[in-house]
């Protein structure tokens, strides 16, 4: 038995498939399968039911590779010490961030992170919070960058910023700072289902009652919202780093809220276990360093999300 059979293990349990787990390991899946035959060999039972499409764990292969997981967590472990001893920062980071930060809040570090840091390879995925938390939880990604869920003990978050939403519509309004009870909920716009951004929305201005306008739109995409607005098809809620590259005209559009204003409260996250600590730190420093000087102003009048 060695590590590198422990990883052909996970691989195949990740993707259900001899194939696919090969091409990740970047081996042949000849060799990735007979590596795994031998160790089944060894262990004298089958981890794995190749007679069902996609392959599944055995009962006993479910255990197995749940011990596995944690046996590489600990030379994972053993690894960063290593490094931290000789002050290296390099290696693998891999990263989830949710679509409505990914593409505002990416641009502002990624350049500065990879020339300061040439030796770590960030790997970075868009996804939906709960797809974030389930592949931290199995160990396919290191860190999340997101809105992170309240009471959750399994895991340790370094908060990053706090971000303000705002209003986007050319529509005019009579006061300049607005609150909830200013939106009409039959023009709001919002993103589609499983989107935590949503949830805060529809939290923040209370959408319990039925909803009547007769273009009920949702998308994936804050820019479709925003681009839907423009042409007075509807208001729709934008996180305050959405409107750092529109024009001068665009920002006509931009409407504050009173205070206390809504934010959401944006950090890393990783499972309390996570071994990587000196890269999620230097990750974290860089974002920090990066961000625009109005998201690191202390706001004390705030409604966090």
Known sequence: MNIQQLEYLLAVDQHRHFARAAEACHVTQPTLSMMVQKLEEELGLKVFDRSRQPVCPTDAGESLIIQARQ?????????????????????????????????????????SFVDKYPDVKL?????????????????ELDVGILVPPENDKTIKEIHLYNEAFVVYTPREFEKEYLI???????????????????SQIMKFCELRK??????????????TLRYLADKHLGITILPELATLH?????????????????????????????????????LSEEIKVNLPEKSKEVKEKLIVF
């Open 246 to 282: 529109l024009t001068d005209e665009q920002l006509k559009n931009v409407k504050q809220f009173a205070e206390p204003k809504p934010v959401r409260k944006i950090s890393l996250v990783t499972k309390r276990d996570f071994v990587k600590k000196r890269l999620v730190e230097v």
């Open 123 to 139: 790997k970075i995925s868009e996804l939906i919070t709960e797809q974030i938390l389930l592949k931290l939880d199995k160990g």
């Open 210 to 223: 039925q909803i009547t306008n007769k273009v009920e739109y949702t998308s994936g995409s804050l820019e």
């Open 180 to 198: 909830a009870e200013d939106i009409d909920v039959n023009e709001l716009l919002l993103l589609e289902e499983g989107h935590c951004f949503r």
């Open 71 to 111: 046996i590489l967590l600990e030379v994972k472990r053993f690894e960063e010490i290593a490094s931290t001893a000789n002050n290296y920062i390099g290696g693998e980071l891999r990263a989830g961030v949710i679509p409505t930060i990914a593409p505002y809040l990416l641009p502002l570090f990624i350049q």
